[in-house]
Structures are given as structure tokens and as C-alpha cells.
């Protein structure tokens, strides 16, 4: 007589597990971002804080003295400064160190003859530090006293959600490039732009809808034989570019659609680049794939191919404990030459432990690893931000020379 079969017997948590779904899954995944987010929201403003600085670094970042600061506070030049329950001076805003700035005629604006730096940082391997360095370097710019626009291109919505965001419960379809994609006259890109805690920091956020845009594209380029579609975002930008001194964009870790949009719309390029042999690799056919993709834009489209003012390479995620990482930045540095920042973006837990809190390096009030690790990572990041400043300074005739300050 044949066996019978027997059921398979399940335990109560495989039997939990097999019975959930994605969507499930997905709820279950927005509580934890929840959670996240309102660990770096202030309960008071429901919003991040922006950062402070007490007064010594606010006097270097305004480019004049805490002697100087402290006489237009008893002048009535500035307000007069409030003191803490310690008796320790209250730290200043951003947007009170740009007050400063213009007490003192000290703000870094470009002249209105100089070119706005629209910079794309791209590259389309995922994992490069792409986002970090968008992240940083548009705050660098803020800190510094720049008009600052970020345009988040990527329908992982990374950068978005580092500014408070839940970008697929916070953010509609109209809330995004994909809305201005469907009504440009109807919404307008002005309408899509989002002040941020960081004061003289914009955004134009994103959220998954902007994937649907890679396929939307496609059709309208296969039914109106017209390539006029991908100057969408060159367009969207030309329309409040002379608001900003600097436009940084972070497109998706892709050579599709978006990133060509992206591509066009751009007069400067930053490529952080690994030094380990997959993320060279893949870096080097990013490069090779978006001269060609020009090419052809150029050629099939009749798209004037983009004038770029400079395009740079950084050396990102560099774990200097590891002898291929040093091996690879030397023959970097040698090859490359001066198609290379001087600076390089190093690994460091202070950068993710910062993420984790939904904040950047530059945003966290007090070390979350270390003090020396803290200290060392702002220190890099400022030195990475900074060689990118520099670049940009260049290209303005009216700061021509690229002066720090």
C-alpha cells in the first residue's frame, strides 16, 4: 500500500512570512522610514533644523572678524546677540550669516554677466558616493552663501528624502519633473520648487512616478520623431537659472532617458570615481557611453552637443587602509592628471552614521562616531566641496582666478 502524502508543516513565523505580500512588506518598510524621519524632525517646527555656527566660524565663513561681528551687534549694524541659559552666545543661522553678509558686502553672488554652474554628478554605477557628494556639495555652496538649487533627477528619491521627505507619501505626481513632464504650462517649474531647512538651499524633489518618465520618453520619442523632448529639463532649469548662482543635478545611477535629459541640460560634469577595479570599470564605460550618447544626439537629433565648462573626476569612497585603492588612485592621479580634483572623498563611518539619522555630515550638531572622526570627515568633505568651488569660480570672469575667499 502506498504511503500517503503528508502536508508540509509550517512553524507560526515561516507561516507569517509566507503569508505576507509586498504590499505588506512595503507598510511595513514606511514605518521604519517614519520612525527615521522623525528622529531628525523637530518636534517644535515639524521640520530639520538647519545648521549653526558659533561665532568664530561664522566670522571666517562671512569673511570678516568675530571683532568686526561683535561691533555691527553694538552698532545696531546686526541684532544685538542673545545669550544662552550657560551665558555662551547663541550660535548663528545661515540665514543670519547671510544677513552678515550683506551688512558687510561680503556675499559671494555671481556678477549678473557671470554664467550660472549647472553640474551634474554622475556617473551610472549605483554605490559611487553620487548622492553624498550632490548632498554635500550643494550644502557647501549654502554655507558658503551661495543661490543654491538642488534638482533631485532620481526616482530613488535619495536626496529628497534627505531633506525630510517621504518621497512616495509626502510628494505627488505633480510634485516632481514628471508632473512638469505632462503640464509645463499648466504647473510651471516655479511651482515645483521647494525651500528647504538649509537656508539659500532649494530643491526640486523626486519620487518613483519619475521612473515612469525612462518609458514616457521613449514613446514620445518613437511617435513624434522629435528629440526635442530631451532639452525637458535644460528648459525646465533656463526658465529660473538666473535665481541661482550654482544648479546641482543628481540623476539616476543610468545612461536612460533622464540622464541624457540631464546631460543636455548641464554646462559642468562631476564624475566620482572608486578606485577598485569594478566601479573603475563600470566608471570608465559611463564615460565612454555618454560621449557616445552625445554623439548620437548630436548626429540624429540635431542637439547642439553640450558646451561643458569643465568636467572633473573625483576620486570617491577611497578606503586608504586597502593597497588597491592606493595602487589605482596613483595610476589615477598620474593618468588622469589635471582632469582629476586635487581632493578625495574618503570612506568614513561619521558619513553613514549621518545618513542613518536622515542628515549629512555637514548638518549634524555633535560627532555621532568621534570627535577626530568627525572632525576628519568635515575636513575632507569641505576640502572635496571646495575644489568643486574653485572650478566654478573659474568659469565666472568677474572671480576669475578661482578665489576661495
Given at each position: 500500500?502506498?504511503?500517503?502524502?503528508?502536508?508540509?508543516?509550517?512553524?507560526?513565523?515561516?507561516?507569517?512570512?509566507?503569508?505576507?505580500?509586498?504590499?505588506?512588506?512595503?507598510?511595513?518598510?514606511?514605518?521604519?522610514?517614519?520612525?527615521?524621519?522623525?528622529?531628525?524632525?523637530?518636534?517644535?517646527?515639524?521640520?530639520?533644523?538647519?545648521p549653526t555656527f558659533p561665532i568664530s566660524k561664522a566670522a571666517a565663513l562671512v569673511g570678516r572678524t568675530a571683532s568686526a561681528i561683535r561691533e555691527a551687534e553694538r552698532d545696531g549694524?546686526?541684532?544685538?546677540?542673545?545669550?544662552?541659559?550657560?551665558?555662551?552666545?547663541?550660535?548663528?543661522?545661515?540665514?543670519?550669516?547671510?544677513?552678515?553678509?550683506?551688512?558687510?558686502?561680503?556675499?559671494?553672488?555671481?556678477?549678473?554677466?557671470?554664467?550660472?554652474?549647472?553640474?551634474?554628478?554622475?556617473?551610472?554605477?549605483?554605490?559611487?558616493a553620487k548622492t553624498t557628494l550632490a548632498l554635500h556639495a550643494a550644502q557647501h555652496f549654502a554655507i558658503r552663501g551661495y543661490r543654491v538649487l538642488l534638482v533631485d533627477c532620481d526616482?530613488?528619491?535619495?536626496?529628497?528624502?534627505?531633506?525630510?521627505?517621504?518621497?512616495?507619501?509626502?510628494?505627488?505626481?505633480?510634485?516632481?519633473?514628471?508632473?512638469?513632464?505632462?503640464?509645463?504650462?499648466?504647473?510651471?517649474?516655479?511651482?515645483?520648487?521647494?525651500?528647504?531647512?538649509?537656508?539659500?538651499?532649494?530643491?526640486?524633489?523626486?519620487?518613483?512616478?519619475?521612473?515612469?518618465?525612462?518609458?514616457?520618453?521613449?514613446?514620445?520619442?518613437?511617435?513624434?520623431?522629435?528629440?526635442?523632448?530631451?532639452?525637458?529639463?535644460?528648459?525646465?532649469?533656463?526658465?529660473?537659472?538666473?535665481?541661482?548662482?550654482?544648479?546641482?543635478?543628481?540623476?539616476?545611477?543610468?545612461?536612460?532617458?533622464?540622464?541624457?535629459?540631464?546631460?543636455?541640460?548641464?554646462?559642468?560634469?562631476?564624475?566620482?570615481?572608486?578606485?577598485?577595479?569594478?566601479?573603475?570599470?563600470?566608471?570608465?564605460?559611463?564615460?565612454?557611453?555618454?560621449?557616445?550618447?552625445?554623439?548620437?544626439?548630436?548626429?540624429?537629433?540635431?542637439?547642439?552637443?553640450?558646451?561643458?565648462?569643465?568636467?572633473?573626476?573625483?576620486?570617491?569612497?577611497?578606503?586608504?587602509?586597502?593597497?588597491?585603492?592606493?595602487?589605482?588612485?596613483?595610476?589615477?592621479?598620474?593618468?588622469?592628471?589635471?582632469?582629476?580634483?586635487?581632493?578625495?572623498?574618503?570612506?568614513?563611518?561619521?558619513?553613514?552614521?549621518?545618513?542613518?539619522?536622515?542628515?549629512?555630515?555637514?548638518?549634524?550638531?555633535?560627532?555621532?562616531?568621534?570627535?577626530?572622526?568627525?572632525?576628519?570627515?568635515?575636513?575632507?568633505?569641505?576640502?572635496?566641496?571646495?575644489?568643486?568651488?574653485?572650478?566654478?569660480?573659474?568659469?565666472?570672469?568677474?572671480?576669475?582666478?578661482?578665489?576661495?575667499?
Amino acid at each position: 500500500m502506498a504511503e500517503m502524502a503528508t502536508e508540509p508543516t509550517f512553524d507560526a513565523q515561516t507561516d507569517d512570512l509566507m503569508s505576507d505580500d509586498l504590499g505588506t512588506l512595503h507598510r511595513k518598510a514606511l514605518t521604519i522610514l517614519k520612525r527615521i524621519r522623525d528622529g531628525a524632525i523637530d518636534p517644535e517646527t515639524g521640520a530639520k533644523k538647519g545648521p549653526t555656527f558659533p561665532i568664530s566660524k561664522a566670522a571666517a565663513l562671512v569673511g570678516r572678524t568675530a571683532s568686526a561681528i561683535r561691533e555691527a551687534e553694538r552698532d545696531g549694524r546686526l541684532p544685538e546677540r542673545g545669550r544662552t541659559g550657560s551665558g555662551h552666545r547663541v550660535h548663528y543661522s545661515l540665514e543670519e550669516l547671510d544677513q552678515m553678509r550683506e551688512v558687510f558686502g561680503t556675499r559671494p553672488w555671481r556678477a549678473a554677466t557671470d554664467t550660472p554652474a549647472i553640474i551634474s554628478i554622475s556617473n551610472f554605477k549605483g554605490g559611487v558616493a553620487k548622492t553624498t557628494l550632490a548632498l554635500h556639495a550643494a550644502q557647501h555652496f549654502a554655507i558658503r552663501g551661495y543661490r543654491v538649487l538642488l534638482v533631485d533627477c532620481d526616482s530613488q528619491a535619495s536626496t529628497t528624502m534627505m531633506f525630510g521627505y517621504r518621497p512616495d507619501v509626502d510628494l505627488g505626481e505633480d510634485d516632481t519633473l514628471y508632473g512638469h513632464f505632462h503640464n509645463p504650462e499648466l504647473l510651471g517649474v516655479r511651482k515645483i520648487i521647494r525651500k528647504t531647512h538649509f537656508h539659500g538651499l532649494d530643491l526640486i524633489p523626486a519620487n518613483l512616478k519619475l521612473y515612469n518618465l525612462e518609458y514616457e520618453i521613449a514613446g514620445y520619442l518613437a511617435q513624434n520623431q522629435s528629440f526635442d523632448i530631451i532639452d525637458m529639463i535644460a528648459q525646465a532649469i533656463e526658465d529660473v537659472v538666473d535665481d541661482y548662482d550654482v544648479v546641482i543635478m543628481d540623476p539616476p545611477p543610468a545612461l536612460g532617458m533622464v540622464s541624457m535629459a540631464v546631460l543636455q541640460a548641464a554646462n559642468a560634469m562631476v564624475i566620482p570615481m572608486p578606485p577598485s577595479v569594478i566601479d573603475f570599470a563600470s566608471t570608465v564605460s559611463f564615460i565612454d557611453m555618454a560621449r557616445t550618447t552625445m554623439a548620437q544626439l548630436e548626429r540624429l537629433g540635431g542637439r547642439a552637443k553640450p558646451a561643458y565648462n569643465f568636467i572633473k573626476i573625483v576620486a570617491s569612497r577611497v578606503d586608504d587602509s586597502k593597497s588597491m585603492h592606493r595602487e589605482i588612485l596613483s595610476m589615477m592621479r598620474q593618468v588622469f592628471g589635471g582632469s582629476m580634483i586635487n581632493s578625495v572623498l574618503r570612506t568614513s563611518a561619521e558619513i553613514d552614521n549621518a545618513s542613518s539619522r536622515m542628515k549629512t555630515v555637514f548638518e549634524l550638531d555633535r560627532p555621532v562616531t568621534s570627535h577626530g572622526v568627525h572632525t576628519r570627515s568635515v575636513r575632507l568633505l569641505t576640502e572635496v566641496c571646495q575644489d568643486i568651488e574653485v572650478e566654478v569660480l573659474r568659469t565666472w570672469e568677474s572671480r576669475a582666478g578661482g578665489d576661495r575667499r
